[in-house]
């Protein structure tokens, strides 16, 4: 069975930063990007990052290009997204995601999905 676990997630003033990190257990990625999508409160599920198998190709939401990174330790099976210049416009439900066939995530097309982790910037 396979499974996406969140963690990281918090409250932090703006300006801050915050590091999640998403471990994939249950099998094991390989040649498949993983990445971060986002959902506030009334909106719609955004993207927000992914990487590759290899990390050599990344892609970042306009929103957070500049602030976040993503890299990932496939020796562990997790990626990471770094946040830094946090906003209060970044406060979402951050999930973690598994595209098994395309670095440009969609959300139609994930095939994995965590259960997701909060993330809440205060100003």
């Known amino acids: 069975q396979v499974q996406l676990v969140e963690s990281g997630g918090g409250l932090v003033q703006a300006g801050g930063s915050l590091t999640l990190s998403c471990t994939a257990s249950?099998?094991?990625?390989?040649?498949?990007?993983m990445g971060w999508f986002r959902q506030a409160p009334g909106k719609e599920r955004e993207f927000v990052s992914a990487?590759?198998?290899?990390?050599?190709?990344?892609s970042y939401g306009e929103s957070v290009k500049g602030r976040f990174t993503i890299f990932r330790d496939n020796t562990k099976n997790t990626v990471y997204l770094q946040m830094g210049s946090l906003k209060p416009e970044d406060t979402a439900v951050y999930y973690c995601?598994?595209?098994?066939?395309?670095?440009?995530?969609?959300?139609?097309?994930?095939?994995?999905w965590g259960q997701g982790t909060q993330v809440t910037v205060s100003s």
């Open positions: 995601a598994v595209d098994l066939f395309r670095l440009r995530m969609i959300p139609s097309g994930v095939n994995y």
């Open positions: 249950g099998r094991t990625f390989r040649n498949s990007a």
């Open positions: 990487i590759s198998w290899s990390g050599d190709s990344t």
